[in-house]
């Protein structure tokens, strides 16, 4: 009955190890896109794209890394990006797959999620959203 007793309790233990681990995980990951905006954006990134911010959202599985990008376009170029929107998608994503950076967030399963504004006509053009099946 004891033996019983002291599983149960190890495996409570266990779990609240498990779960604080996982705050201070997406804690350290809230922290890090904060201090990353604050040092590094706004940033050019080319011509017309600019790296407003990162965020990151913590959720009930791990959490979610939003970028922001604002596009400085023309009406021609505004036009020749909607016909290539499914390029951006794969783009975005053989990004989430190499890149050294994101690597931790990847074994963490964080969902990634791109966000594209239009500064001349303040709307939103795109938004891509990516999750831990998309990636692996």
Same mark, same amino acid.
């Given at each position: ?7 149960? %309790?190890?495996? !409570? #233990?266990?779990?609240?190890? /498990?779960?604080?681990?996982? *705050?201070? +995980? ?30 990151f959202v913590p959720n009930e599985q %791990?959490?979610? !890394? #939003?970028?922001?990008?604002? /596009?400085?376009?023309?009406? *021609?170029? +505004? ?39 239009? #500064?001349?006509l303040g709307d939103k053009i795109v ?10």
């Amino acid at each position: 009955m004891y033996a019983r007793i002291y599983n149960i %309790v190890l495996g !409570l #233990v266990a779990v609240l190890l /498990l779960a604080s681990c996982q *705050e201070k +995980r997406a804690q350290r990951f809230e922290r890090e896109a904060r201090e990353y905006t604050e040092t590094n954006c706004p940033q050019q990134m080319d011509a017309v794209t600019c790296l407003d911010s990162i965020v990151f959202v913590p959720n009930e599985q %791990v959490g979610e !890394l #939003v970028l922001y990008y604002s /596009l400085q376009l023309t009406e *021609e170029q +505004r036009t020749a990006l909607m016909n290539k929107l499914g390029d951006i998608n794969d783009m975005n994503l053989r990004l989430i797959r190499n890149s050294v950076p994101f690597t931790k967030y990847r074994e963490a399963g964080v969902s990634f999620t791109y966000i594209y504004h239009d #500064v001349t006509l303040g709307d939103k053009i795109v938004e891509y959203h990516f999750t831990k099946e998309d990636y692996q």
